[in-house]
C-alpha cells in the first residue's frame, strides 16, 4: 500500500508555455501533499504544502503565481508551472501523507525540460 | 533549527561487505526518523522508519535503530547487492511539525 503515482514522467516543452504535473495516491486517501524540487546529485527542496481543499502554503522563496498547485480530492493534487523558463528546468517529486500520520510517501518524480 | 547530518559519499564496496551509513540528527523531542533510497532517475522509496526511542526499522535486509541517548540512526546491512547501488537519504519530522528534514543524501556504488 501506500503508492504515489506521477503524470507525466518525463516533459519537454517550449519556454513560456505551461506544464501541468499531476500526482495521485492510488490506494489512500491523502489528507496533505508536498512538492518538491530536486537539482542534480542534491537533496530535495520543499516548494509548498498542499492540504485538501484549502490554499497551499509556499516556502520562502517560491513563487506562488509561478508554481500554482492545486489540491482539488484527496487522491489529487496539481503543480502547474506557469510560463515555464529553462532555469524552470529541474526534477519535480510529489510526496502525500495519510490523515493522523507522519509518513511521507514519495512518487516516482516528474523531469522537465524547457527549451 | 532542527537537522540531519549523515556522512558524505560517495561510498564504494564489494559485493557482500558490511555497509554503514552514519545519520545524527538535531531536534527537539522524539521526532519521527526515516531512511530514504533513490535509484537512478526515480523518486524516493521509504526504507525504514522509527517512531520512538529504541524502535529498530528493518526492511530488505536494512536496519537502523532509533538511539536517543546519541541522537542518531545509522542505516546498516550485513550484505550489500550491487542492486543497492543508490543514493540514501535521512530524514525526521519533528514532533510538532508535517515538514520533512532531509540530509544531504549518501551516494552508494557496490561493484560486483
Redesign the interface.
Known sequence: GAVVSQHPSWVICKSGTSVKIECRSLDFQATTMFWYRQFPKQSLMLMATSNEGSKATYEQGVEKDKFLINHASLTLSTLTVTSAHPEDSSFYICSARRGGGKTQYFGPGTRLLVL | GDSVTQMEGPVTLSEEAFLTINCTYTATGYP?L?W?VQYP??????LL?A?KADDKGSNKGFEATYRKETTSFHLEKGSVQVSDSAVY?CAL?PNRD???I????T?LHILP
Open positions: 519521527s526515516f530514504y532517475g526515480e523518486g524516493l522509496q521509504l522508519k517512531t537519504f519530522i508535517d515538514k520533512i532531509f540530509g544531504k543524501g551516494r
